[in-house]
C-alpha cells in the first residue's frame, strides 16, 4: 500500500488512519509526498523521522501498488497507478479555496477540480464523515457522488476514547489544584483567530488569574509550515513568558481538546472537535467569507457563542461557563459527525476488502491518544495581585503575570527571585524563593532580601512542597504549612501565592498583631473556586 500525503495536517491523519492496518496481515505500507503543495515544508523530514518508509513521488508513481490512500485530494494523484481511496483530513469538507477548487462555490475536497481528469474520476473511493456531505458533493461534482462512502471520523472517535485519560493530560499540562484550561484554537489564513486577533493569546494569558486558569495555543500545522517554527515561536515568545503554553503540530491538540474546559477558537476543525466534546465554546473569529454556506461548520460558527477580543476576556469566560449548554451545538456537530465508534470497522473493512484479505474478527478499538508533548516557557517572575479578605474569612488572591504596555497596575506587584528586574524594588511588596533546596538556607535568604530591599512588605522562602518560611516587615518570622483535609493528597503551598495572601490580610488591617492572629487563627486562601487552608508557628531566630 501507499500512503500519500500532501501537508503535515494530512500526513498525520493518515498515519492515524493506516495504524489499523496489521503487519501480520501481509500489509506493507510506504509514504510518499505528493508535490505542489504550499504547506508542505518539512513533510518528507516528518515521515522518516516517525519511521515510515518514504518513497519519491516520481518512483511512487512508477512503482505498482494494490492501493494508495490519501486525507487530501488532487487531481495529480491519478499517475498513481492503483486504486485511490481519499479521506478527509478534518472535521469533514467545509473550506471554500477558489485557487485549490477553481470555483467559489465548491469546498476543497470536493470539486471538479481536484476530484476529476478529462472527464473521469480519480479516486475510487471519496470518504466523507456524514451523509450530509454526500449532498453537497452531488450538487457541485455530480459524478463523484457515486463513489462517496460513508466513513465518520476515526479522529473523532479517537478522542471520544481518550476522554478516560482527562486527568493524565491535564497533569501532563501542569493543570491540577482547581485550575482550568482554556485551549485557543487558530486555524490558517487571514480569517482566523490569529489572522483577526493576532495578540489575543498575549491578551488573554495576561487578563486570566493564573492561579484559576492555564492557557495552552493550538495553531493549525499551515501556520508552522507558512511560517517555520522558529518564527511562530518568536511572535508567541512574550506571551509564552507571561504563561502560555504551545502545543506543537504534530501531535499533542487532540490532548488539548480531552483536558481542556474552554475553548476560544475560530471556524477550524478542532475547534469543532471542542464544540463536539462539550467543552465550553467562544469563537473569536467565524470564518464565514470562506466557509460553504450549506456546511454544518458554517452553522456552527453562526451559532456559537461569541468571545469579544477587546472585552473583559475573564468575564465573557465565567459568563460562558455559567450559559454553557452543549445542546445548543449537538444538532450541528450531529451533521457533520457521523457514525460515531464505526470508523475504524468501516475504513479497515474496505481496505482490507480492496486487497482481497479478510479482515481481522471484531472492531478496532480506537486507542487513547498520546499524552500531550508542550513548549513553554519559565513560570511569569512578576504578577499584578488583587483580592482581599471575604464576608466567609477566606483571603482572596487573584494574581495575573504583569506585561509591559497591557493596561494599568490593578493592585500591588509580587515578585519571584528568578525574574529580571523590571521593576523598581519600591513598587514590588511581596518577594518569595522559588527553589526549595538552594545554597544559600531559607532563614539566611530572607533575612538578607528584607535588608537589600527595605520596603518590601513580605519576603517568603519554601521549606517544602507544603512549608514556607514567611518574614514580615519588622523581623517576624512564620512557618507556614498548608493543612492537608482527611482523604485529599498533600496540598502544594505555592511561595509567592502565600506571601500575596499575607499581604492582603495584613492590609486589610494593618493595626492587627500579624502574628499573634496567623499563628491563633492560620489563614484560608481562596483562589477561584479552591480554598487552601494554612496554619503558622512562629520561629525566633
Known amino acids: 500500500m501507499l500512503g500519500v500525503a500532501r501537508t503535515l495536517t494530512s500526513a498525520t491523519r493518515l498515519l492515524d488512519v493506516l495504524a489499523l492496518l496489521r503487519p501480520e496481515d501481509g500489509i506493507e505500507v510506504a509514504y510518499t509526498v505528493n508535490p505542489g503543495s504550499a504547506f508542505a515544508a518539512g513533510l518528507e523530514e516528518y515521515l522518516v523521522g516517525v519511521g515510515a518508509e518514504f518513497v519519491p513521488w516520481r518512483e511512487a508513481t512508477r512503482r505498482r501498488f494494490d492501493l494508495a490512500v490519501s486525507c487530501t485530494v488532487n487531481a495529480s494523484m491519478r ?9 478527509p483530513h478534518g472535521a469533514g469538507y467545509n473550506r471554500l479555496v477558489p485557487e485549490t477548487t477553481g470555483d467559489a ?13 478529462w472527464g473521469r474520476v480519480v479516486p475510487a473511493a471519496i470518504g466523507v464523515s456524514h451523509e450530509e456531505q454526500i449532498e453537497r458533493l452531488a450538487q457541485v461534482c455530480p459524478p463523484a457522488a457515486p463513489r462517496a462512502l460513508v466513513v465518520g471520523d476515526w479522529c473523532f472517535d479517537r478522542i471520544r476514547a481518550s476522554l478516560e485519560r482527562r486527568d493524565v493530560y491535564r497533569a501532563r499540562l501542569g493543570v491540577g489544584a482547581g485550575r482550568r484550561l482554556v485551549v485557543l484554537h487558530s486555524t490558517w489564513g487571514e480569517h482566523s483567530l490569529l489572522g483577526r486577533c493576532p495578540d489575543l493569546p498575549l491578551r488573554l494569558v495576561a487578563a486570566l488569574p493564573v492561579d484559576e486558569f492555564a492557557v495552552a495555543a493550538v495553531l493549525h500545522p499551515n501556520v508552522w509550515a507558512w511560517h517555520r517554527p522558529h518564527s511562530v515561536y518568536q511572535r508567541l515568545a512574550t506571551a509564552m513568558d507571561a504563561g502560555l503554553m504551545v502545543i506543537p503540530p504534530h501531535e499533542g491538540w487532540r490532548a488539548a481538546v480531552v483536558a481542556g474546559d474552554w475553548v476560544v477558537g475560530d471556524h477550524g476543525s478542532t475547534s469543532f472537535y471542542s464544540a463536539a466534546a462539550d467543552r465550553v465554546t467562544l469563537l473569536a473569529a467565524t470564518g464565514l467569507d470562506e466557509l460553504d454556506p450549506a456546511s454544518p461548520t458554517a452553522d456552527f460558527a453562526r451559532t456559537a457563542p461569541r468571545l469579544d477580543p477587546d472585552g473583559d476576556l475573564y468575564e465573557q469566560l465565567r459568563q460562558a461557563a455559567r450559559q454553557h449548554s452543549p445542546e445548543r451545538l449537538r444538532p450541528i456537530v450531529d451533521r457533520q459527525l457521523g457514525v460515531r465508534g464505526e470508523a475504524g470497522t468501516i475504513l479497515r473493512r474496505w481496505i482490507y476488502g480492496r486487497l482481497g484479505i479478510d479482515p481481522p474478527p471484531g472492531p478496532p478499538r480506537p ?21 482581599g479578605p471575604e464576608p466567609d474569612g477566606t483571603v482572596r488572591v487573584t494574581r495575573r503575570p504583569v506585561v509591559s504596555g497591557l493596561g494599568e497596575a490593578r493592585g500591588f506587584f509580587a515578585r519571584a527571585d528568578h525574574g529580571p528586574a523590571g521593576l523598581p524594588p519600591k513598587s514590588v511588596e511581596v518577594l518569595a ?41 519588622g523581623g517576624h518570622l512564620l512557618e507556614a504549612h498548608a493543612v492537608r483535609p482527611w482523604g485529599h493528597p498533600r496540598p502544594r503551598l505555592d511561595a509567592l501565592l502565600l506571601g500575596c495572601a499575607v499581604n492582603l490580610w495584613w492590609l486589610a488591617e494593618t493595626s492587627r498583631d500579624p502574628v499573634a492572629d496567623a499563628v491563633g487563627s492560620g489563614l484560608r486562601v481562596r483562589t477561584g473556586e479552591r480554598v487552601l487552608r494554612v496554619e503558622f508557628t512562629q520561629r525566633r531566630v
Open 367 to 387: 486507542v487513547p491518544v498520546p499524552d500531550p508533548e508542550l513548549r513553554r516557557h519559565p513560570a511569569p517572575a512578576t504578577y499584578d495581585v488583587t483580592g
Open 105 to 117: 462555490v465548491s469546498p476543497a475536497g470536493l470539486s471538479r477540480r481536484e476530484l476529476m481528469h
Open 433 to 473: 524563593r522559588t527553589v526549595v533546596d538552594a545554597e544559600l538556607p531559607p532563614v539566611e535568604w530572607v533575612a538578607r532580601a528584607a535588608e537589600e530591599f527595605p520596603d518590601l512588605n513580605i519576603v517568603v522562602a519554601p521549606l517544602d512542597d507544603d512549608r514556607c518560611l514567611v518574614r514580615l516587615r
Open 79 to 87: 499517475r498513481l497507478g492503483c486504486p485511490l481511496i481519499v479521506l
